[in-house]
C-alpha cells in the first residue's frame, strides 16, 4: 500500500536554482494538493488541483509552479529557489469530489528542503 | 476567513496521565473538524474526524466533540502512552470553490515519558 509517494526526501539547493518535488498518488483519487510546514505555523496550502487539467492557488503561491500531469501525478516546481522556501513540502491527496460528504486527506511522508 | 487556534506546546505527560489540547475554531460555512497526528520524519495522518455539531469523533483512544456553541474540537485521551508523542494537528474544512481545503492549526508537541 504505497499511498501518497514523494521524492526526494531531502534536497538542498543554492539560492536561485531551480528544482521540482515530485508527487505521486496509486488510491485514485480526484484531487491533490501542495503544503509547505513551518515551525510554529502549522501547514499551509501552496496550490491544489481538484481534478486531472486543473490547478488553484492556496494561501502562499508565491515562487511556486504545479502541474497537474495525470490523475496519479502532481508536481511542485521552484523556478528559482529562495532562502525563505527552506521548508518541510508535503503533498496530499482525497477523494473530495465536489459537493459530495468530505472525504480525509492522504499524506506522503514528505521533502526537506534546504535553500541556502 | 477560517482559522484554527490550538493550545501552545510542548506538552509534557508522564505515562498513563490525562490528556487535553484544547482547539477552537472559526469559519465561514459549516467546517468539518479533524485532527492530524505526526509522527517524527513521517508525514500527517488522520486521527479521527466529526462532520456536525455534537458529533463525537474517536480513533485509538483520542476522542474529541464538535461543540458548536463554543466553536471548540477539543482532543481529550484518559490514559496516554509513550507512543502517543507526536505533533497533534487541530484542522477544519469547509468548501473553497472546486475542492475542499484544510485549514491547519499550528500543532501541539506532545513528549510522553515513561
Known amino acids: 500500500n504505497a499511498g501518497v509517494t514523494q521524492t526526494p526526501k531531502f534536497q538542498v539547493l543554492k539560492t536561485g536554482q531551480s528544482m521540482t518535488l515530485q508527487c505521486a498518488q496509486d488510491?485514485?483519487?480526484?484531487?491533490m494538493y501542495w503544503y509547505r510546514q513551518d515551525p510554529g505555523m502549522g501547514l499551509r496550502l501552496i496550490y491544489y488541483s481538484a481534478s486531472e487539467g486543473t490547478t488553484d492557488k492556496g494561501e502562499v503561491p508565491n515562487g511556486y509552479n504545479v502541474s497537474r500531469l495525470n490523475k496519479r501525478e502532481f508536481s511542485l516546481r521552484l523556478e528559482s529557489a529562495a532562502p525563505s522556501q527552506t521548508s518541510v513540502y508535503f503533498c496530499?491527496?482525497?477523494?473530495?469530489?465536489?459537493?459530495?460528504?468530505?472525504?480525509?486527506?492522504?499524506f506522503g511522508d514528505g521533502t526537506r528542503l534546504s535553500i541556502l | 476567513g477560517n482559522s484554527v487556534t490550538q493550545m501552545e506546546g510542548p506538552v509534557t505527560l508522564s505515562e498513563e496521565a490525562f490528556l487535553t489540547i484544547n482547539c477552537t475554531y472559526t469559519a465561514t460555512g459549516y467546517p468539518s473538524l479533524f485532527w492530524y497526528v505526526q509522527y517524527p520524519g513521517e508525514g500527517l495522518q488522520l486521527l479521527l474526524k466529526?462532520?456536525?455539531?455534537?458529533d463525537k469523533g474517536s480513533n485509538k483512544g483520542f476522542e474529541a466533540t464538535y461543540r458548536k456553541e463554543t466553536t471548540s474540537f477539543h482532543l481529550e485521551k484518559g490514559s496516554v502512552q509513550v507512543s502517543d508523542s507526536a505533533v497533534y494537528f487541530c484542522?477544519?474544512?469547509?468548501?473553497?470553490?472546486?475542492?475542499?481545503?484544510?485549514?491547519f492549526g499550528s500543532g501541539t508537541q506532545l513528549t510522553v515519558l515513561p
Open positions: 496530499a491527496s482525497s477523494e473530495s469530489p465536489p459537493g459530495v460528504l468530505l472525504q480525509p486527506q492522504h
Open positions: 488510491m485514485n483519487h480526484n484531487s
Open positions: 466529526a462532520t456536525k455539531a455534537d
Open positions: 484542522a477544519l474544512s469547509v468548501p473553497s470553490g472546486s475542492a475542499r481545503q484544510l485549514t
